[in-house]
């Protein structure tokens, strides 16, 4: 139940007008801390969910492939330029945002991450920092602005924080091919 209040009270203090203006006024706060606690916020109701709704997460999420990939889908959205610049400016996708980063990508996230394997996992990491360094070289070399709501050296900075990101995991995945688990159980 407190993960309830706690993620509750989280998806409320980002939906609050001061809080979702400053942190959508700067790009990479946007892409990089706004939309990902709304996942969070997401992932600590969903035990509530789950615990209110077994049957619903057994009969459609039984080996997590179908959550991970609504998690996906939802994730490779929200990291298209358009739908960025248009969570500013259209109020349907703004609030499409709210309602699909907690309860369509961070409800199946934690319903499904502990159900894959760990090569399901791997393949997830693995995929995501395809993703970012793809998405970091797009943000990084396009000579057009790509988002209309954002100067074009916020778009470098998104670009490079997202190739950030891109190594990071792939650091974690090294350490994860290079160092065995069982060691420290």
């Given at each position: 139940?407190?993960?309830?209040i706690?993620?509750?009270l989280l998806?409320?203090?980002?939906a609050l007008?001061p809080v979702?203006?400053?942190?959508e006024?700067?790009?990479i706060v946007h892409?990089?801390?706004?939309?990902?606690?709304l996942v969070v916020?997401?992932?600590?109701t969903?035990?509530y969910?789950?615990?209110k709704?077994?049957?619903f997460?057994?009969?459609?999420?039984?080996n997590?492939?179908p959550?991970?990939?609504?998690f996906v889908?939802i994730?490779v959205?929200?990291t298209?330029?358009?739908t960025?610049?248009e969570?500013?400016?259209?109020?349907?996708?703004?609030?499409f945002k709210y309602v699909s980063?907690?309860?369509l990508?961070?409800?199946?996230?934690r319903?499904?991450?502990?159900?894959l394997?760990?090569?399901?996992?791997?393949?997830?990491?693995t995929g995501f920092?395809?993703?970012?360094?793809g998405m970091?070289?797009?943000y990084i070399?396009?000579?057009?602005?790509l988002?209309?709501?954002?100067?074009?050296?916020?778009?470098?900075t998104l670009?490079?924080?997202?190739v950030?990101?891109?190594v990071?995991?792939?650091?974690?995945?090294?350490y994860?091919a290079?160092?065995?688990p069982?060691?420290?159980e």
């Amino acid at each position: 139940m407190n993960q309830l209040i706690i993620g509750a009270l989280l998806l409320l203090v980002l939906a609050l007008p001061p809080v979702r203006h400053l942190l959508e006024s700067i790009m990479i706060v946007h892409m990089h801390m706004q939309m990902p606690l709304l996942v969070v916020a997401g992932f600590l109701t969903a035990k509530y969910m789950q615990e209110k709704l077994p049957g619903f997460f057994k009969k459609w999420n039984r080996n997590g492939l179908p959550g991970i990939l609504l998690f996906v889908i939802i994730m490779v959205y929200w990291t298209l330029p358009r739908t960025m610049d248009e969570a500013l400016t259209v109020p349907a996708v703004e609030i499409f945002k709210y309602v699909s980063l907690p309860f369509l990508a961070g409800v199946p996230l934690r319903d499904s991450w502990k159900k894959l394997s760990v090569s399901g996992k791997n393949t997830v990491f693995t995929g995501f920092t395809m993703l970012f360094f793809g998405m970091g070289w797009l943000y990084i070399k396009s000579p057009e602005q790509l988002c209309n709501n954002y100067l074009l050296v916020e778009q470098l900075t998104l670009g490079w924080g997202f190739v950030t990101m891109a190594v990071c995991m792939v650091v974690y995945l090294v350490y994860k091919a290079l160092v065995d688990p069982s060691e420290y159980e």
